[in-house]
């Protein structure tokens, strides 16, 4: 299953439009760097258990067209390749066989979100809440990741059952079964605040300025706390956040020894520790796939269930009749 990346055509203007502060700190580099740390990191998953879903779809449409027998034949295939990876490693639990990229970009300033901020609670005391609700709507600059997974522990279950009830010759139990591996799926999904990684960069760069540069170092640092102060109005931290508070003492705390004597290595040291650490807390989330495969398999189910039911109504008015007529003929 390949893996899709999905950055949109306005969230790449946007992000073009950097400051000539921080021409140095690209946000549309950073996001493309981010991105491809994550397709680094992302391991394929064993293309037994790939083979095994994509079956399983087969079966799905397979049901569909109302062939058992090729539904059969895609089941027994799933369960071959599922029962090889079990087989080859029988602790496989939460298996990630996909994962999506999605950035989003709000270039403006602290000053700009706080003003838009105030709009939105002056529109909600009016009662006005979807005018604030387009104001708030585009205070988005992250980047998220989401990561589908199959729980070997579940899913193979669930094709099994439907294999199961097809060899019985119960087709709606079967896509029933299908329906159930399919919701069986799901997704993990971090948040990864741009504003951090800018203000992460930022620090950076400044750390690698000669010390004579006072000024230069200065303004980066300082354009680092915007980013900082971005995030917190945006609500990927909090304002009395001990992390955040930290990270706003450290740049300080260089600051005032760029002044002096200048003596910066272990604190910037330390500071692009914690900005590693901080960034690495994402927002993490566990939630049900909402696949159009899934979808599908329900609407299928829904489908076979409303036949049957009509059928078993005609079946049940047919009956109706023919008592009505060997009625009237035993009163003849």
Do not use: W
Not at 2 to 9: E, Q, V
Not at 300 to 325: P, R
């Amino acid at each position: 299953m390949k893996k899709r990346f999905l950055l949109s055509a306005l969230t790449c203007g946007l992000l073009l439009g950097v400051t000539t502060l921080q021409a140095k700190t690209d946000k549309k580099v950073l996001v493309q760097h981010e991105m491809q740390k994550q397709v680094q990191n992302h391991k394929q998953a064993p293309k037994e258990i790939v083979e095994g879903m994509q079956n399983t779809f087969n079966a799905l449409q397979a049901l569909g067209k109302k062939d058992k027998k090729e539904a059969k034949k895609d089941l027994e295939a799933a369960m071959k390749s599922f029962n090889k990876a079990l087989k080859a490693d029988p602790s496989l639990d939460l298996v990630p066989i996909d994962e999506r990229l999605q950035a989003y970009a709000f270039m403006g300033t602290s000053e700009v979100i706080a003003d838009r901020l105030k709009v939105a609670q002056q529109l909600l005391k009016a009662h006005d809440t979807q005018a604030a609700i387009d104001v708030i709507s585009p205070l988005k600059d992250e980047m998220d990741i989401s990561t589908i997974a199959i729980p070997m522990k579940l899913y193979p279950v669930a094709a099994k059952k439907a294999l199961d009830a097809l060899n019985k010759g119960k087709e709606k139990e079967a896509l029933a079964a299908i329906a159930e591996a399919m919701n069986s799926l799901v997704v993990f999904k971090a948040v990864l605040p741009t504003p951090l990684l800018a203000a992460q960069d930022l620090v950076t760069e400044a750390s690698k300025l000669d010390k004579s540069k006072k000024k230069e170092a200065n303004k980066l640092l300082d354009a680092a706390k915007e980013e900082l102060k971005r995030a917190e109005l945006l609500g990927y931290t909090k304002k009395h956040d001990a992390d955040y508070k930290h990270l706003n003492e450290s740049i300080e705390a260089i600051q005032k020894e760029i002044k002096g004597k200048n003596i910066v290595e272990k604190l910037y040291d330390t500071l692009k520790t914690d900005f590693k650490n901080i960034v690495a807390h994402t927002k993490i989330s566990r939630v049900k796939v909402p696949s159009s495969v899934h979808n599908k398999a329900e609407e299928k189910v829904e489908h076979f269930e409303q036949k049957e039911g009509k059928k078993a109504i005609d079946e049940q008015n047919t009956f109706k009749k023919e008592a009505h007529t060997d009625e009237k003929k035993t009163v003849q």
